[in-house]
């Protein structure tokens, strides 16, 4: 007879070769080019760096997200798959997820956060006082009044090579999820990722 604990056991190595599986296919479909070698860097004490990513799919127009939280000695505090949404661009799709992963932020707590993305776009429109694009202005808009909550939040462009993890976790995400999926530890190659 099975016990409980082998059962769990087994169903969470079944999830982790289900996700594995599933970031080798999907990195085709997610993929973004960069010439830049710059790895990721460590935020300073007392502050959370939060880095995050999306995909889109012209075909279907469906975003799809990721976000890692990690302190300033590199240390994962909580890695977030979003739940797949209708999108109608890159920029669109970028924007929605920031401003999840800043609602995340919020939830978790965290007071010093600083946000990364390698959407240069985004982060421009984020820092610009001025008009931006009219398609994400609304978001822009949600996204600077959601950073009020924070003592101190700053939304900084990162490079690709920065950004790995991030890119990782966007590309997990998958039709059938209803909500915002916390991973419940760390999988082994985004546990590789993150390492250099």
């Known amino acids: 007879m099975w016990s409980p604990v082998v059962m769990v056991k087994l169903a969470v190595t079944r999830l ?3 996700v ?11 993929t973004k080019s960069s010439t830049s070698s710059q790895s990721w860097i460590p935020s300073l004490p007392g502050l959370i760096k939060c880095n995050v990513d999306a995909c889109f799919s012209v075909e279907s127009s469906v975003g799809e997200g990721g976000a890692i939280f990690r ?5 994962i505090i909580q890695l977030v798959v979003f739940k797949p ?5 890159v920029l669109v799709t970028e924007a929605v997820c920031l401003r999840r992963a800043i609602s995340w932020a919020k939830s978790l707590h965290f ?4 946000f990364e993305s390698d959407a240069k776009l985004l ?9 931006c694009s009219i398609k994400i ?6 996204i600077k009044k959601a950073l009020k ?6 939304v900084s462009h990162v490079r690709r090579a920065g950004n790995r993890v991030a890119h990782a976790l966007a590309s997990l995400s998958w039709d059938p999820m209803d909500s915002d999926w916390i991973l419940p530890s760390v999988p082994p190659s985004i546990l590789d990722l993150a390492a250099q």
Not at 85 to 89: G, I, L, R
Not at 111 to 114: D, I, K, P, S, T
Not at 149 to 154: D, E, G, L
């Open 149 to 154: 909550v924070f003592p101190s939040a700053t």
């Open 123 to 131: 982060v421009d429109a984020v820092a610009d006082d001025g008009n």
């Open 16 to 18: 982790w070769e289900y």
């Open 111 to 114: 007071l010093n956060v600083c």
């Open 137 to 142: 202005a609304s978001l822009i808009f949600d």
């Open 85 to 89: 949404f209708p999108s109608s661009s």
């Open 20 to 30: 594995e599986v599933r970031l080798q296919c999907r990195r085709m479909f997610c």
């Open 71 to 75: 302190d300033y000695s590199s240390s």
